[in-house]
């Protein structure tokens, strides 16, 4: 039988209080999600196993644990979706990320400020972008007045590094 290997989800991101499932996908490989994880519902029964975080801890070794960068351990869920977020649909401002992820834009502001101070977003200068949800519909539009954020390669890293390392126990 092939080594355990356990991954965070990505759609949860569960900590080591809270109570968790595994989801048995691939030669040994059991990604942790929290129990109360929407995504479950849409997993396979029977691939579903009742873990725990003891049995992560035991079945990790120190050859198996992978250095993490140290920014990494200080972001949480959202920081999570926010960098994603960048990924994904590139340069935005604050307040559309607020719209899209729902999340008060106040505490967006909050995190991009955080993001960047860490190195995982960078500020740049206004440009022309397209709206994604119908405020302009099919136009390309300048703003000035408002700050914009991007992902940076240490941002796209960590976000890497999220998705592919195996659960650490310490």
């Not at 965070?8 to 691939?26: L, Q, R, T």
């Not at 579903?48 to 351990?73: A, H, N, Y």
């Not at 990320?97 to 993001?115: F, G, M, S």
Request: glycine share 4%; hydrophobic share 30%; proline share 4%.
């Amino acid at each position: 039988m092939p080594e355990l290997t356990y991954k965070i989800a990505k759609c949860c991101i569960p900590e080591e209080d809270d109570s968790i499932v595994g989801y048995f996908k691939e030669e040994g490989i059991i990604t942790v999600h929290d129990s109360t994880c929407q995504s479950i519902s849409s997993l396979r029964p029977e691939r579903l196993l009742d873990i725990t975080w003891t049995e992560i801890k035991q079945t990790q070794t120190s050859d198996s644990k992978q250095e993490i960068p140290k920014e990494i351990e200080q972001l949480d869920q959202t920081d999570y979706l926010i960098l994603k977020h960048h990924q994904e649909m590139g340069m935005d401002y604050s307040k559309v990320v607020a719209e899209t992820l729902h999340i008060p834009l106040d505490e967006i502001q909050d995190r991009h400020k955080k993001l960047r101070e860490l190195g995982g977003l960078k500020r740049v200068e206004g440009r022309i972008i397209h709206y994604r949800k119908n405020i302009v519909k099919g136009k390309w539009i300048k703003h000035r007045n408002h700050t914009y954020y991007e992902i940076t390669p240490e941002g796209n890293e960590w976000i890497h590094t999220l998705e592919n390392t195996p659960v650490n126990s310490d």
